[in-house]
């Protein structure tokens, strides 16, 4: 069946924080088997794995040394196969993530340019520096640093916009397109009906130049050819399956791009993740700052993303959680007095618009940031060269840590909160502690909890989940928001043929007096996070849907 994937929901597992096996403390494939019915219970028919291919995980997997094998940590070829069938049966499709903006500097490509071969060097960017010790050019690497790395042997640089280890390939040369078609088509013939492609839009790069006035994104972002790239991927590959349904992750993009990623019949992608919403806690780009997050450019944002999407009838993927993201509840609710409410306030939000959603494990759950008091316990790249960075500018040792506390990617990593056993249900720790340290939270807030409580935070999400497929308002509906300048409220309203919705939030923990409340006439509530009520007197961190069909 091809299933519509406006109406569905996607489910993102960290296969490395999941579910572990075999007390080794990693979680891995089989783990994601044991929990099938678990995210068959929660409603979602996509399960996207972020990368278990072989790795050194210097990058937790992004850094991908085989693309058609897979990590031993994590199981067996054997092993995918089954999970693809296993899911297949519950009517859930898998959507793996190709990382083909680098490679590994393990990965064979790489090594054999590093021994000279010269095929394999024109896979990468190998630059002579501007003049002795002076890298080509003054970009710098996400993680932190210079994007380039010294190879004496060469006298040269190669590019690498991620971490050392994560060489990047140069799409210009025609082989290492030919070589990620046949990835591709690789686990097509597996039966993968879905694929997310890593910082996808960074692929074309543009010419190699100083940046004056910033660190060098604008020469490789939305580069020069990348969108006949991605036409060329799509007609070659997963383009030829209609089943399959693929999402870029666009790193720093614009709105008119993305029209283009993502338009109904421009034959590129089907839909987009987009982080402009997600920067609103940074100062400008500069994510490692502490700074209150700014409420009404958060509504901007994602308005401003809903409409002209919409406009050019191109599709958003609607989340607020991934594996780089701190937990919502910590981030934009309140993890504590107003837990629960606030967890469901913000699923009614992002689930209600146009887009299709994603969920990323423990997000179900209302699962939070980590409680890590001390430095050893980050495991991050990017938090550990951002924690020397921060003290390099002359910040206390404290004051970075604090920092790195509520940006950290590991915020996201902790393990999945299963019961209230030891390590709440991750692993048996048999043969070694989980990886990276369990929230100590766990025996308030865990999946088996949850599951025999109706009133949770997992049960809502399925609720929102089961709306999206029972209301065509929500898969398709126009939006228009309401009352955008407000300080407290999140609304906005859906309409398609017959139906109407109003969504409605308060988006913080006092109560307010909403002044503009539209006309609710003929409308019922069909869903919300408090009992009763109505949208003139909001409670802390309420939010309620409303539903009309004429
Ligand atoms: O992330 C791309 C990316 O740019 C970020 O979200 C990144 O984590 C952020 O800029 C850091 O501040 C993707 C993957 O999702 C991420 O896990 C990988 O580390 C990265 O690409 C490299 O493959
Ligand atoms: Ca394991």
Redesign the pocket.
Known sequence: MNRDFRKSTVYQIYPKSFCDTNGDGIGDIKGVISKLDYIKELGADYIWL?PFFVSPQN??G??VADYYSVEPKYGTMEDVETLIAEASKREMKLMFDM?F??VSTKHEWFQKAMSGDAYYKDFFFFRKGKEEGVPPTNWES??GGSAWEYVEKFDEYYLHL??VT?ADLNWDNENVRKEIQKVVKFWMEKGVKGFRF??VNLISKGSFEDDETGDGRKYYTDGPKIHQYLKELHDTTFGTDAEIVTVG?M?STSIENCCQYAGSSTGELNMVFS?HHLKVDFMGNE?WVLVPFDFKKLKEIIFEWQTEMEKHDAWNAVFWC????PRVVSRFGNEKEYWKESAKMLATIIHCLRGTPYVYQGEEIGMTNTDFTDISQFRDV?SLNHYEILQDKGLSASDALRIVQIHS?DNGRTPMQWNTEDYAGFTSGEKHAPWIGVNSNYKKINAEEQLGNSDSVFYYYKKLIELRKKLDVIAYGSVEPLDISDPSVFAYRRKYKNEELIVAANFYGKNYEWKNVPNLSGFEKILGNYEGGELRKLQPYEAAVWYKCQ
């Not at 991934?322 to 993201?325: M, S, T």
């Open positions: 972020t990058d937790n992004y850094d990382v903006n680098h996400k993680f991620f971490d994560q890593d910082v992750e790193s982080f994510k991934n594996h780089d993201q990017e990617r």
